[in-house]
């Protein structure tokens, strides 16, 4: 199976480290950027980087915006690029098209006009903080849709030396568990019998609403 390719546009602090993460991961990736500074720094850490202005249709038609697999819009507070970048991707038939989204109207428009998934990067960052500071257990929380979210969190004391059976945390906290890191090693899909123990960090999917149950037992 061949990497997929994909193009950034916007190299600020989230769209260069989007792009450099895609390439450690061994993809390939084009950025695009209209400043010539940035550009410059980002070219030792991608395959392709290009200095060019958002809103030029046609310079995307010559990159051949339309042989990438995806396009992550990641222009910062320029709407109106933003809005044109994700356009264009969308005419051209880039199958993929993820767009960041200042605000819920901005993510909105973005949806509208075709953007197959939004990002709101500063408001997910505040989101982890708030969580990380009220409740020290849990270590990271992912929006899985509106209503529900991912989080990893310390087994709690109460969890320990016990199986997954008899925890029921189904039940109890109305979550599923969907892996258990023991160290380095990660179990995907733990069995009913599986025992927690001391610092397993526990992966549950689970309700916005239900996770202040974790939280107040924290």
Known sequence: MRNKQFIVIGCGRFGSSVAKTLTKLGHEVMVIDKDADIIKDISEYVAHAVQMDAL?????????????????????????????????????????????????????????????????????????????????????????????????????????????????????????????KTGDKINIVPSSEEIIKKDDVIVVLGSNANLKRIREDN
């Open 56 to 180: 030029d249709e046609a310079s995307f038609r010559t990159i051949g915006i339309r042989n990438f697999d995806v396009a992550v819009i990641a222009i910062g507070s320029d709407i109106e690029a933003s809005i044109m970048a994700t356009l264009i991707a969308k005419e051209a038939g880039v199958p993929v098209v993820i767009a960041k989204a200042l605000t819920e109207i901005h993510g909105k428009v973005l949806k509208r006009i075709g953007a197959d998934k939004i990002i709101y990067p500063e408001r997910d960052m505040g989101m982890r903080v708030a969580y990380g500071i009220s409740a020290p257990n849990i270590l990271d929380i992912i929006e899985f849709s509106p209503d529900y979210s991912i989080i990893e969190t310390e087994a709690l004391k109460e969890w320990e030396n016990k199986s997954l059976k008899d925890l029921n945390l189904s039940r109890q906290y109305g979550m599923t568990v969907i892996a258990i």
